[in-house]
């Protein structure tokens, strides 16, 4: 449904002007308007890109995707990461996983914004 490619590369063009696309922004740009369903095929295609940036030593795309209310990942992408990474914050919503988003949010921006 979602091909990784273009959403990577959607992703990129985001990490490098420094911007971030929420759930229902990144489905439209993509032709689709939000529905439960398509978000989580949405979030599988996003689990498989940062997982093969992981293999090559990228920082992660997906935090890029945020919810419209609160601009942090939903919780499943905090989920997906734990069996990963060992420094994720204990809440996934707060000022906690606002500064743990924002700080990998920079890692991408300064990531695919090197010369």
Not at 17 to 39: E, I, K, Q
Not at 54 to 68: D, T
Not at 77 to 94: A, C, K, N, T
């Amino acid at each position: 449904m979602f091909d990784p490619v273009e959403v990577r590369g959607l992703l990129i063009e985001a990490a490098r002007t420094r911007s971030t696309f929420t759930y229902g922004g990144l489905l439209a740009l993509l032709g689709h308007t939000f529905t439960r369903p398509l978000m989580r095929q949405l979030c599988k295609v996003l689990d498989r890109i940062d997982e093969d940036g992981r293999v090559m030593g990228e920082p992660g795309l997906a935090v890029l995707v945020v919810r419209q209310s609160d601009a942090l990942p939903g919780q499943g992408w905090f989920v997906s990461r734990v069996r990963v990474y060992d420094d994720l914050p204990l809440e996934w919503e707060g000022p906690e996983a606002r500064r743990y988003t924002k700080a990998r949010q920079a890692e991408a921006f300064d990531y695919w914004n090197t010369p």
